[in-house]
């Protein structure tokens, strides 16, 4: 008898139960799953990306305006937020910001691009129609 003796391969579903073990393709499908569901089942899988310019330090916080306009593009959603932007507090108000404005979960708002700029790229999860309107009633105040 070999005095190393192999311990039988774990089954994919006990490997999903352990705490800390390194993401494979299963646990990626299952956080993605948990991801894109609400409570009412499977959630659209509608998203719409926002550019935003932020203003820390504000009196209050608020979304709604657009910061500039250069060749015929659509102007960028201007989000004030108290917080000072230090420490990345800023983008955390305005991801909760965006989210309360639009009427979503602060966990289907998703930062793609700009962490430290002030101009930033948001990814909102939801039905595109509303998105939308909500986005272009914004831009219209």
Not at 26 to 31: E, G, H, K, N, Q
Not at 49 to 54: G, Q
Not at 110 to 116: M, Y
Request: net charge positive; proline share 4%.
């Amino acid at each position: 008898m070999s005095t190393s003796a192999r311990l039988p391969r774990p089954s994919p579903e006990t490997l999903l139960l352990r705490p800390n073990h390194r993401i494979g393709v299963d646990s990626c499908f299952i956080r993605w799953f948990r991801r894109n569901k609400s409570p009412s089942g499977v959630r659209d899988n509608g998203w719409v990306r926002v550019s935003v310019r932020v203003k820390p330090g504000a009196s209050r916080t608020s979304v709604g305006g657009r910061y500039g306009e250069s060749a015929g593009l659509a102007g960028v959603l201007v989000v004030r937020v108290g917080a000072r932007a230090v420490e990345g507090a800023a983008t955390d108000a305005v991801l909760k910001a965006v989210a309360k404005a639009f009427g979503l979960r602060r966990a289907d708002v998703d930062l793609v691009l700009g962490a430290t700029s002030r101009t930033k790229v948001l990814e909102l999860h939801g039905q595109d129609s509303e998105l939308s309107a909500r986005l272009t009633e914004l831009l219209g105040t």
